[in-house]
């Protein structure tokens, strides 16, 4: 019933009936159909270029997140846990912890490497900002707020 349909709406476009197509009306049909296949395929690569940039519009930004302080590995492993768990980690890049290697010489002589936290209490999440993923991030344990509280900011 659909063809017929297709068929009827074809003939009323084109002024034709069916009945009186050549061997060479059907190859030009056929040909246009090539065409519009080769469009349509042009077409879904466009498509998904627009599906690129708007996923580039909700671009991840880097947020300060404020934890207790000594925690920070904790928080952010158990921000990843609840990641997995609420199946958002498309929603998240990179969690950073800022630290730097230092070497220290004890009393006895030995010298000691080892890992100090630059700005503890914090963690920097980068992530889309929408209300799940504020949600979150904010009721993890251990973790304060963002910096900015209600409206975190951005750090650039």
Do not use: C
Request: proline residues 4%; glycine residues 8%.
């Amino acid at each position: 019933m659909a063809a017929h349909v297709d068929a009827t709406t074809d003939e009323i476009e084109d002024g034709t009936s069916s009945d009186n197509a050549t061997p060479t009306a059907e190859a030009a049909a056929d040909a246009a159909e090539a065409a519009a296949d080769e469009a349509a395929t042009e077409g879904d690569a466009d498509d998904a270029e627009e599906a690129g940039e708007a996923a580039a519009a909700v671009e991840k930004k880097w947020y300060a997140v404020h934890a207790y302080s000594g925690y920070e590995g904790r928080v952010r492993d158990s921000l990843k846990q609840r990641m997995e768990q609420f199946a958002m980690t498309g929603s998240f890049g990179e969690i950073l912890i800022p630290s730097e290697t230092v070497t220290d010489t004890l009393s006895s002589g030995a010298t000691r490497t080892r890992n100090k936290v630059s700005l503890p209490g914090y963690i920097f999440v980068e992530m889309e900002m929408n209300e799940r993923t504020w949600h979150l991030v904010k009721d993890t344990p251990r973790v304060i707020g963002f910096i900015g509280n209600q409206n975190p900011r951005v750090v650039p």
